[in-house]
């Protein structure tokens, strides 16, 4: 069973930076696509950032040159760094897990879910 758990949420003012990271309670890189979603209220959970076994990225045009996701394999925590954050952004970001190489943008082809952090962004 793997267990994830995120941190570094807050409230920022637009422009503003955030740095959220998704412990994960054993090694899972290797074998394990890796993803944040986001789940503002009354909207369905959206994929913004994925990241597959082999390192590949993709995401969501509306974080685009924006946002950037990482793992430290070493550490067993993936990253969200957020740059330039605007007011949509505001919303609950979940850290997911699937055990596949490849990834899905489906939030049901994950099996894996951290708690949520909240991510408020002010104009």
């Known amino acids: 069973q793997v267990q994830l758990v995120e941190s570094g949420g807050g409230s920022v003012q637009a422009g503003g930076s955030l740095r959220l990271s998704c412990a994960a309670s054993r090694y899972t890189w290797s074998s394990y696509c890796m993803a944040w979603f986001r789940q503002a209220p009354g909207q369905e959970r959206e994929g913004v950032a994925f990241?597959?076994?082999?390192?590949?990225?993709t995401y969501a045009d509306s974080v685009k040159g924006r946002f950037t996701i990482s793992k430290a394999s070493a550490k067993d925590t993936l990253y969200l760094q957020m740059n330039s954050l605007k007011p949509e952004d505001t919303a609950m970001y979940y850290c997911?897990?699937?055990?596949?190489?490849?990834?899905?943008?489906?939030?049901?082809?994950?099996?894996?879910w951290g708690q949520g952090t909240q991510v408020t962004v002010s104009s």
């Open positions: 990241i597959d076994s082999n390192g590949a990225v």
């Open positions: 997911a897990g699937r055990p596949w190489r490849l990834c899905s943008s489906t939030a049901s082809d994950f099996g894996y």
